[in-house]
């Protein structure tokens, strides 16, 4: 299995402001997926991270807002920026581990509350 | 489009005993996997049980089973002699085997004790 730490873990965040969470895996990982949790709610994906191009957005989610970065094959950040209280969520890096796409891990998750 | 549905919000359940949470998905894909998977407060996603459609066996983990019928595309979980460590969100969930999930809007699981 792979582990997977994220940072920050949690943070309060003003109006406005951007925010980077880090996802890092202690191993080569093939694919690296970003979720966002609202309150209450469960779970939906933002993008793939692909390594080395850009992310792959799904509906719904743009890269000005939710810009993603995967410089290599163990990590990625995203971005959640000029953020609104509408952004307070759980957001929660996941990957696939080794060849095959259903063996499926993830990160503690980060929670973020816009003020 | 894939779609997964649990149409209960909250369940509960008394310690030791037998809770079921029900979960029907539609695809029409004939290669697919089902999850499990339980979110505590601490909101960790932690994988429960996992099928492979093409499996008809029913998974299996220590104290938790599926009932997966493919034909009514329904992939319920069972949880037997249910602890307190039990109580949760838990979540259904789909992939086509891309890695992306597809989940459902989840069920909040309550054990008395």
């Known amino acids: 299995s792979a582990v997977i730490s994220q940072k920050p873990s949690r943070d309060i965040c003003q109006r406005g402001t951007s925010l980077t969470i880090q996802c890092q895996v202690d191993s080569q990982v093939t694919m690296m997926f970003w979720y966002r949790q609202q309150p209450g709610q469960s779970l939906t994906l933002i993008a793939t991270a692909n390594q080395g191009s850009e992310a792959t957005y799904e509906s719904g989610f743009v890269i000005d807002k939710f810009p993603i970065s995967r410089p290599n094959l163990t990590f990625s950040t995203l971005t959640v920026s000029n953020m609104s209280p509408e952004d307070s969520s759980i957001y929660l890096c996941?990957?696939?581990?080794?060849?095959?796409?259903?063996?499926?891990?993830f990160g503690e998750g980060s929670w973020l509350t816009v003020v | 489009a894939q779609t997964v549905t649990q149409s209960q919000p909250e369940m509960s359940v008394q310690e030791a005993e037998t809770v079921t949470l029900s979960c029907t998905y539609d695809?029409?894909?004939?290669?697919?996997?089902l999850f499990w998977y339980k979110q505590p407060p601490s909101r960790q996603m932690i994988l429960v049980i996992r099928?492979?459609?093409?499996?008809?066996q029913n998974a299996t983990e220590n104290r938790f089973s599926v009932n997966f019928q493919k034909a009514a595309k329904s992939f319920s979980l069972k949880i037997s002699d249910s602890q307190l460590g039990d109580a949760a969100m838990y979540f259904c969930a789909f992939t086509s085997n891309t890695g992306k999930l597809i989940f459902g809007q989840g069920t909040t699981l309550q054990v008395k004790p």
């Open positions: 996941s990957i696939t581990y080794g060849p095959d796409l259903t063996t499926i891990y």
């Open positions: 099928q492979e459609a093409y499996k008809q």
């Open positions: 695809t029409s894909e004939s290669d697919y996997y």
